[in-house]
């Protein structure tokens, strides 16, 4: 029978208010929020880049410039390799294509050079692979001395795919610095990244944050030359200076120290100039290797190189205890404030190349936000006009019953934080033709059973009955195409795919619980004897 017990209908009228409760948020400024008792819900649903405007950066691992760095990082672990004791003899060490090449002048030491290399070989954990290991590097050793290390492509695959989850978890820690609210950021395919910063107004700023290595390391410097005319003698780099055009620097090719000896970075003014510097401190073991250099190399030169460029080269007065230093040079107050951020946030494991870049207006997402406004009013207004010349008053219920279920959307947008995009507004424009539909079809299924004789009670209870299966089944089908699109999904289609599922959910709710509620309070006024529909 047409009954609802009184806890049901309680709780069915709490969920509304919850609902209600939680987007009321979304109707004040942050300020507002922050200054209200902390029992007040303050989640608010985050406007997308397509909707508030922002930068769109599309990055792809650099594979080149990444494999020669590491082969050169690999020609100085085997001139190491190669030179203790007993130390064999070889020529011709350098990099050869994709790999490292020498050749061994005794070949009796043949075997001795397998076994030493065959240590640098790398094993990497490999997630494609069950957790099985695959080498980094492939040795080959001929019988006349010849010997190699290739870059194996499963090797190089894997070490991509590290590469790019190291690089998303230091952009994430780099943008969070620039302040940006609900920045997006996730691989794409094996060897992209997409990065997505709603509301950010100085898109090139994100760029020259997000995409600059910040490879920082400090060497001692052999000696200054002006022009690229240095040749580099074994054991030594030429660095071109940042501070000083056409001036190279000889420097160890040994770093003394890296910026993963720093543990904090913040930009600050020289007391004596007042310029822009960046003060920076060391960890433990840091201060310690800093400390034994500057007690050693009294008078000498230090640089510190970012992204193979000298931006500082300080002389050595006296020895630095304190595990702390200044880098000071041509800094504005931002760039010496982005510097400080890149030390912070940690470098990237290789260089990034921006494949696509676009950024996005405020102006045109206010355009989009009103253009998805407006179609969700005509769309609103069109379904209540049909469902009220078609059903009469049980329409005007209907259409109170779509009102509920859209708050019930952005309720639960509001309460997970989520992010509305444009696509997100076409799934709740869809949602609202769908959420009628499981109206028309308890409505349809009343009238049959009004047409066969049946008393209005009657007639609404088996309505409801005998639709609840077919509406079930249809929004399940829907549901798993749109948890399909989730999953596999990106972008856009996951804000269509996320609204469009929550949707799914609420218009069952509101088509058996808040439907049947309102009918049943009318039929218990009213006490019709025959339903006209």
Known sequence: ?????????????????????????????????????????????????????????????????????????????????????????????GVQGNGVQLRVRDLSQLDEVRSRLEELQNPLVSSLLGGGAVDEFDLTVSDEGLVRLDYSDAGLSQRVRGIVQQSIEVIGRRIDELGTTEPSIQRQGEDRILVEAPGLGDPERLKAIVGQTALLTFHLVRETVQGNTATPSPGTIVVPSAEFEGTFLVLD?????????????????????????????????GARKFAEVTQTNVGRQFAIVLDDEVISAPSIREPILGGSGQI??????????DLSILLRAGSLPAKLTIVEERSVGPGLGADSIEAGEMASIIGA??????????????????????????????????????????????????????????????????REEAAQGRSAVAAIDLGFKRALSTIVDANITTLIAALALLLLGSGPIRGFAITYAIGIATTIFTAFTFTRLLIATWYHYRRPSKIAL
């Not at 000071?328 to 404030?337: C, D, I, T, W």
């Open 381 to 446: 207004i069109a379904v209540g006009l049909f469902m009220f010349a078609v059903y009469g008053f049980f329409g005007l219920l209907a259409n109170l019953a779509v009102i509920v279920n859209v708050i019930l959307i952005f309720a639960v947008l509001s309460a997970l934080g989520a992010t509305l995009t444009l696509p997100g507004i076409a799934g709740i424009v869809l949602t609202i033709g769908t959420a009628v539909d499981s109206n028309v079809l308890i409505y349809e299924r009343i």
């Open 253 to 285: 090719d040994a770093p003394l120290m890296t910026g993963e000896d720093l543990v904090d970075a913040q930009a600050s003014f020289d007391s004596r100039t007042n310029e822009p510097v960046v003060n920076f401190r060391l960890s433990t073991s």
């Open 1 to 93: 029978m047409l009954v609802i017990a009184r806890w049901k209908a309680t709780l069915i009228i709490l969920t509304i208010l919850v609902g209600i409760f939680l987007v009321v948020p979304n109707f004040f400024s942050r300020t507002t929020l922050d200054s209200l008792p902390g029992w007040v819900p303050k989640n608010q649903i985050v406007l997308g880049l397509d909707l508030q405007g922002g930068a769109y950066l599309l990055y792809e691992v650099d594979r080149e410039d990444y494999v020669d760095k590491r082969l050169r990082t690999l020609v100085s672990d085997v001139r190491r390799a190669m030179l203790e004791n007993p130390r064999i003899g070889y020529t011709g060490l």
């Open 328 to 337: 000071s040079g041509s800094f504005s107050v931002e760039s010496a404030n």
